[in-house]
């Protein structure tokens, strides 16, 4: 990651450079489409002590303890900019204040998106009855959204800047080194990660629903024990066009 940052800071002290004579103002980075968003859901854990399954919303912090995180989301959402798709998610991640020390459990406000390739997006737009789809995205970053810098264009830009850095200097390496040396260089970038784990079910009361677990707990373990649902009418405004393609 250091590579990529050092190039977008080259980027952007060329573009300064270049633009040092004059003044001219640039139209914020945007969204050329965005789908409606999920922001409501239920989420389902069978309790250990008694048996029972248990809910609670989406947006619902429990205390489990120092240590652990608690799967929750705000919002989930699918955009296109510049020519690449994303699945955007925007919850509270937790982590260590002092990680070295492993004190301080605290939670950020934070975004991330996952490129989505053609093949995942149409496996999780047709996903069929008792179908189950791991997103393991090439491509993905993340931004704290309490930072001073912080806005949804300038995160679009900066991982656009990633990304394409990213791909300039594994084609780079693949010419001189081989694919092989450049694909162990992107995994060294970019670890392999999965991102969401889904799956469509029949619930009890015979509705058509769709089960989901997300970063960082995404695991197909984990889909029927403890997971988010939606009703597979709400899971579709992922595949739906919003009327807006802004988003803070």
């Not at 394409?164 to 080194?177: D, G, K, L, P, V």
């Not at 997300?214 to 009703?231: G, R, T, W």
């Amino acid at each position: 990651m250091k590579q990529i940052f050092m190039v977008f800071l080259a980027v952007l002290v060329t573009s300064a450079s270049s633009i040092a004579q004059d003044r001219i103002n640039a139209a914020p980075a945007q969204l050329s489409e965005k789908s409606k968003e999920i922001k409501s859901a239920l989420y389902w854990q069978q309790d250990r002590k008694t048996g029972k399954w248990v809910s609670r919303k989406n947006t619902t912090l429990v205390y489990l303890g120092e240590g652990v995180a608690v799967d929750n989301f705000n919002s989930l959402f699918i955009g296109e900019y510049a020519g690449r798709r994303y699945l955007f998610y925007d919850f509270k991640e937790y982590s260590w204040r002092y990680p070295v020390l492993q004190t301080e459990w605290i939670v950020s406000r934070t975004i991330m998106a996952a490129l989505i390739s053609e093949n995942d997006y149409i496996r999780m737009s047709n996903i069929r009855p008792n179908d189950t789809v791991t997103i393991t995205p090439r491509f993905y970053h993340k931004m704290f959204k309490g930072h001073a810098e912080y806005s949804f264009p300038f995160f679009l830009s900066l991982g656009e800047t990633l990304c394409s850095s990213a791909e300039t200097m594994y084609q780079s390496y693949a010419r001189t080194n081989g694919e092989d040396y450049a694909n162990r260089y992107w995994e060294s970038e970019y670890p392999l990660l999965y991102f969401m784990v889904l799956k469509r079910v029949t619930g009890d009361d015979g509705h058509d629903v769709v089960r989901f677990v997300l970063y960082p707990h995404a695991a197909s373990e984990l889909i029927d024990s403890c997971y988010f649902e939606v009703e597979f009418a709400v899971y579709k405004n992922l595949f739906t066009a919003d009327k807006k393609n802004s988003y803070k």
